[in-house]
Nanobody, 120 residues
C-alpha cells in the first residue's frame, strides 16, 4: 500500500504563489503516475497536473503556463508549484498515485486533501 501526505495548502492572494508537496511512503514501485487533482463546489474533480517515473507530464488547460509539477525521487515527493494563482484555482487539492504493474494500472491511492483558497 502507498500512503500519501500533503502539505502546503493555505490562503494566497490572486497573482501570488503557493507550493504543494506530496510525499509517498509504503510500497515501492518502479513504474507509476503521480499527480494532483482538485475539486471545487459545483465542479467535478479534475486533473490539475500529472507526472510519471519517466517524467511524462500532463496539465489541465486552465493551469498550463502557471503551474509546474516536479518530483524528487530521492524523497519520494512530488510538488506542485502554483504561480499567478487565480480565484478560480480555489479548491481542495488531492495528491494521487497509481502504479503500473507490468503494463497494467494498479489501485489508486489518494492523499488527505489540502485546501487552497485564492482571495484578496
Amino acid at each position: 500500500q502507498v500512503q500519501l501526505v500533503e502539505f502546503g495548502g493555505g490562503l494566497v492572494q490572486p497573482g501570488g504563489s503557493l507550493r504543494l508537496s506530496c510525499t509517498a511512503s509504503g510500497s515501492f514501485y518502479n513504474n507509476y503516475r503521480m499527480g494532483w487533482y482538485r475539486q471545487a463546489p459545483g465542479k467535478q474533480r479534475e486533473l490539475v497536473a500529472e507526472t510519471t517515473n519517466r517524467d511524462t507530464t500532463r496539465y489541465a488547460d486552465s493551469v498550463k503556463g502557471r503551474f509546474t509539477i516536479s518530483r524528487d525521487a530521492a524523497k519520494n515527493t512530488v510538488y506542485l508549484q502554483m504561480d499567478s494563482v487565480k480565484p478560480e484555482d480555489t479548491a481542495i487539492y488531492y495528491c494521487n498515485f497509481r502504479p503500473n504493474l507490468g503494463g497494467t494500472d494498479g489501485d489508486i491511492s489518494w492523499g488527505q486533501g489540502t485546501q487552497v483558497t485564492v482571495s484578496s
